[in-house]
């Protein structure tokens, strides 16, 4: 296992047990528990746990981790899912993506779609969203106009939130909206981990004539601190096959098309 997977695998289980043990996540990882320590320190200089006594403790029950190490989580299936869910698009679209790592896949599956050119020195398509890696990777394609939303900019997810951010947002009207979750259920609705970030997809809700929501099975039937939306303001969600089969039923229950990869 390489060390940005076991970090992430650390912070993984941390976030289910609340406390780790050295010796014990040594064992289960098939390490040292040298190695653990090592791993323990460096997230603990980084503020995303608390070290204790042959161990570690969560800093946040609500566990949000940084960008960098939710890459390394659910990589094939968060691969299936933006493939499926940038077929959604159409030539000529606005579409809207907020920040998180299955938004920034169904951004690069929108850039690999020949079909969704333009001709000349036109856009194919229209790109509006908060996340400024989403914004850098897309800022090179000639075919696709980007708008950023203005506001501050978040270290852990890399989106853009605040009054700026509203503005602008304020003034846009998106044909279709992917919309990446910290957690989805289907009674509750959507959630984000941080206020400033639901406040801002709630806003790309509202202006969205279409909303996608994008999120591997691990996030369905839960909930997490600042509600996006309701569950009927989202259209479809986009999952993969491992989503649990009551839960999906659930969500079509209350009329939102599923769609597992």
Do not use: W
Not at 47 to 76: F, I, M
Not at 81 to 109: C, D, P, Q, Y
Not at 128 to 137: F, K, M, P, S
Request: aromatic content about 4%; hydrophobic content about 45%; some cysteine.
């Amino acid at each position: 296992m390489a060390r940005h997977e076991r970090l992430s695998t650390l912070l993984d289980m941390l976030g289910q047990r609340e406390k780790i043990d050295v010796e014990d996540v040594a064992a289960e990882l098939n390490v040292s528990a040298a190695t653990i320590r090592r791993d323990l320190d460096h997230l603990a200089e980084q503020q995303l746990l608390t070290r204790t006594r042959g161990g570690a403790v969560a800093n946040d029950l609500a566990y949000d981790l940084p960008l960098r190490y939710k890459t390394a989580r659910h990589v094939p299936e968060k691969q299936r899912i933006s493939a499926a869910a940038a077929a959604f698009a159409a030539k000529g679209m606005v579409v809207g993506l907020n920040g998180g790592t299955t938004t920034a896949g169904v951004a690069r599956a929108l850039a690999m779609r020949s079909d969704l050119a333009g001709r000349g020195d036109a856009a194919g398509l229209t790109v509006v969203t908060n996340a400024l890696n989403i914004a850098h990777e897309l800022a090179v394609r000639p075919n696709v106009k980007i708008v950023v939303t203005g506001g501050v900019a978040r270290p852990q997810s890399f989106e853009l939130s605040g009054p700026l951010a509203t503005r602008v947002l304020s003034e846009l009207t998106i044909d279709l909206l992917f919309l990446g979750v910290d957690a989805f259920d289907p009674e509750a609705g959507a959630f984000a981990h941080h206020e400033g970030e639901a406040s801002i997809n709630r806003l790309m809700v509202e202006r969205a004539e279409r909303v996608v929501a994008v999120a591997d099975g691990s996030k369905l039937g839960r909930r997490a601190f600042a509600r996006i939306c309701e569950t009927p303001q989202v259209h479809a969600l986009v999952t993969d096959t491992d989503a649990d089969p009551e839960a999906v039923r659930a969500f079509e229950a209350v009329g939102v098309e599923v769609q597992t990869v």
